[in-house]
Nanobody, 124 residues
C-alpha cells in the first residue's frame, strides 16, 4: 500500500509558476510509474504528465509541453511537477498517482494509488 500526499498548490497570476510535490509513504516507490492528473468540475480527469519507473520515459499532454516538467527524487520518495508560464486554463485540482505494474502509465486507469488532490488556481 502506498499513501500519496500532494502539496504546493495555490493561487497564482497568469504567467507565474508553481511546483507541486507528491510525497509517498508506505512503500519505496522507485519502481513505480508516477503521474500527475488534473480535473475540473464536470470534466473527466486528464493526464498532465507521467513518468515511467525508469525515470527516463515521460509523457506530457500537448497543452503543457514546454511549460511543465515532471521529476522524481527516489531518495525522498517524492515526485514533482514544475509548472511555468501558467494559464487560466491550467486551473484545476491536481492529483498525483502511482502504480508498480507495467503498462500505459499515461492513462488514469493504469493507477491504483492516488493522492487527495491540491487546488491550482491561475488568475487572468
Amino acid at each position: 500500500q502506498v499513501q500519496l500526499v500532494e502539496s504546493g498548490g495555490g493561487l497564482v497570476q497568469a504567467g507565474g509558476s508553481l511546483r507541486l510535490a507528491c510525497a509517498a509513504s508506505g512503500r519505496t516507490f522507485s519502481r513505480y510509474a508516477v503521474g500527475w492528473f488534473r480535473q475540473v468540475p464536470g470534466k473527466e480527469r486528464e493526464a498532465v504528465s507521467a513518468m515511467h519507473w525508469d525515470g527516463v520515459n515521460t509523457y506530457y499532454a500537448d497543452s503543457v509541453k514546454g511549460r511543465f516538467t515532471i521529476s522524481r527524487d527516489n531518495a525522498k520518495n517524492t515526485v514533482y511537477l514544475a509548472m511555468n508560464s501558467l494559464k487560466p486554463e491550467d486551473t484545476a485540482v491536481y492529483y498525483c498517482a502511482a502504480d508498480p505494474k507495467p503498462g500505459s502509465y499515461y492513462r488514469a486507469a493504469h493507477y491504483n494509488y492516488w493522492g487527495q488532490g491540491t487546488q491550482v488556481t491561475v488568475s487572468s
